[in-house]
């Protein structure tokens, strides 16, 4: 067996690798010289530099593994991949304890304003009583994402005698009442922590998630540090609160743009800022190298791998039949999660009619990638996904039934909250998804990818001529409307395909509107 490593790893990772294989180390290469020598290798390790692009993967005829030492592997071309029945493994492990720890110490550093003493008295100037700090222990840490990072993090402080709140719709109140964090709403974080740290990834719903309106609920003497990924904070409108006096300060490694050498909150007194180190550490360079290894091993040894970031290849005669469904399955988690409200307790899956009759697994992870997707920046797949729902202490309840009253076959997908239970369920017709139901009411409409509007309101005359006034006046074109309701003048849902969706202000003057209940947008 022959691996070769074609970007700078740990030496560790390299020495672990030659006590099982030959191992080439040829770091630097232009597109051509790689694929002019792949097609010797058994096994490829990479980290960012290397782009392991569909032609390269076609080239490499003996390939069984590619490995990236690090988290991300948009540099490799996953289908290409998979189409080759090539497994491509990552070390999204590796780094989770440098991050949290760069979080603590870039809190610490703001709480007792190190940067700037050091460079006063750099500077020739003794002022002590220009840096007076605060201290932590006592004060109300709020979490934002109690994943890997987040969970790391709330173990370490608690040593430091502080109160945890988190917000994470995505875990167990359980998991987290065992890490000593309570679950609040976002809302409740920010009013009531002193310090807020974030740990979500960069995703459609978490862009900007802290803005003006956010930061104005925190308290003037509250500080913020962000860690994890630039853009989840609008950049601008938290330097004008820093400089108005409305916080305390702030804490940055990672910004919208980088390098960040002309970032706006390069300007203020307030920050603390470094460069994008939260995983450089040479502890975590090691470990990301060596978890690698393991697995390039693991795999040319036959063995299964702890981080498989593709799908395997599924049996012709069982895809054949699931495949339609596991588009629908997936629909129906993604609608779910857009859906739901409140702090998520449980998931029921209900699979009944001829869908009921194979192995589902892979349908069951299906479902999960739609519903986690958005909460997560790790690469969702059909090997992973149970093992990150799990780490967040969500329970899956199956049940089949082969008898299914309506559909030749029925996907019914229930999400149990702190607020209450959310239900979509699905189908395939006519070669198409389709929606059957939300909630309680049966309805049929085709997901087409766009966005879609969910109201629920009370059926009542006028009201979806006001609905439609107000989207006109914000000039968002509608696709269809579909209205479903329990009974005349009761309670009723309204779903509208917009062409983009409806802004804050035309939600607010939708909840206005008399007898509307709530207004969802969703993207599919």
């Not at 009583?129 to 004060?139: D, H, L, M, N």
């Not at 998991?175 to 995703?203: I, W």
């Not at 958005?374 to 969500?394: C, F, H, K, M, S």
Request: aromatic share 4%.
């Amino acid at each position: 067996m022959k691996v070769l490593v074609a970007d700078p790893i740990a030496a560790e990772g390299i020495d672990l690798l030659r006590q099982r294989v030959t191992v080439d180390v040829k770091t630097g290469l232009k597109a051509p010289e790689l694929l002019s020598i792949i097609g010797d290798y058994d096994g490829l390790v990479v980290r960012s530099e290397t782009r392991v692009t569909a032609e390269v993967i076609e080239a490499g005829k003996k390939l069984q593994v590619i490995a990236r030492a690090g988290v991300g592997v948009d540099n490799i071309d996953l289908q290409a991949a998979t189409r080759k029945g090539i497994m491509v493994v990552n070390a999204p492990a590796g780094n989770i304890i440098s991050a949290a720890e760069h979080t603590l110490a870039m809190m610490l550093a703001l709480a007792r304003l190190i940067p700037q003493a050091n460079n006063s008295l750099k500077s020739g100037k003794w002022h002590r009583t220009a840096f007076t700090g605060t201290e932590v222990r006592g004060k109300t840490l709020g979490i934002v994402g109690l994943g890997n990072v987040g969970s790391e993090l709330a173990r370490r402080m608690r040593a430091f005698q502080m109160r945890l709140i988190a917000h994470d719709p995505f875990v167990s109140i359980d998991y987290a009442r065992n890490l000593g964090v309570e679950l609040v709403s976002l809302e409740a974080l920010l009013k009531e922590a002193d310090f807020v740290t974030l740990h979500v990834p960069l995703t459609s719903s978490t862009k900007s998630i802290i803005g003006p309106r956010e930061l104005a609920l925190m308290k003037p003497t509250a500080r913020i540090i962000n860690c994890a990924r630039g853009g989840i904070v609008d950049e601008e409108a938290l330097y004008r609160a820093l400089e108005d006096g409305k916080l305390a300060g702030a804490a940055f490694d990672v910004f919208t743009v980088e390098p960040a050498v002309d970032n706006i909150l390069l300007k203020s007194d307030k920050v603390v800022v470094t460069p994008h180190l939260a995983a450089s550490t040479a502890e975590a360079q090691v470990s990301v190298a060596v978890d690698a290894a393991e697995q390039v091993i693991a795999i040319l040894e036959g063995r299964p791998a702890r981080y498989t970031v593709n799908a395997p290849l599924i049996p012709a005669e069982t895809l054949a039949a699931l495949a339609p469904f596991m588009a629908v399955g997936h629909t129906l988690g993604r609608l779910l999660s857009q859906l739901m409200a409140g702090q998520l307790n449980s998931v029921r899956l209900s699979l009944e009619g001829e869908v009921a009759q194979y192995d589902t697994a892979t349908l069951k992870a299906t479902i999960l990638c739609g519903l986690l997707e958005r909460v997560t920046e790790e690469r969702l797949n059909i090997v992973n996904v149970g093992l990150i729902a799990a780490q967040r202490g969500i329970n899956v309840v199956e049940q089949k039934s082969t008898a299914c009253e309506n559909y030749a076959s029925l996907i019914t997908l229930e999400a149990s909250t702190s607020k209450g239970v959310n239900t979509v369920a699905g189908t395939f017709l006519r070669g198409e998804t389709h929606i059957v139901r939300i909630n309680n009411y049966w309805t049929d409409f085709i997901p087409t990818g766009g966005f879609f509007l969910f109201s629920d309101h009370k059926d009542r005359p006028g009201l979806i001529g006001a609905v439609g006034s107000i989207t006109g006046k914000a000039n968002i074109n509608i696709s269809f409307m579909q209205v479903a309701r329990l009974k005349p003048r009761g309670e009723a849902l309204m779903i509208l395909g917009l062409d983009e969706p409806l802004g804050k202000e035309a939600q607010e003057q939708l909840l206005a509107i008399p007898d509307v209940y709530s207004v969802r947008n969703v993207k599919l």
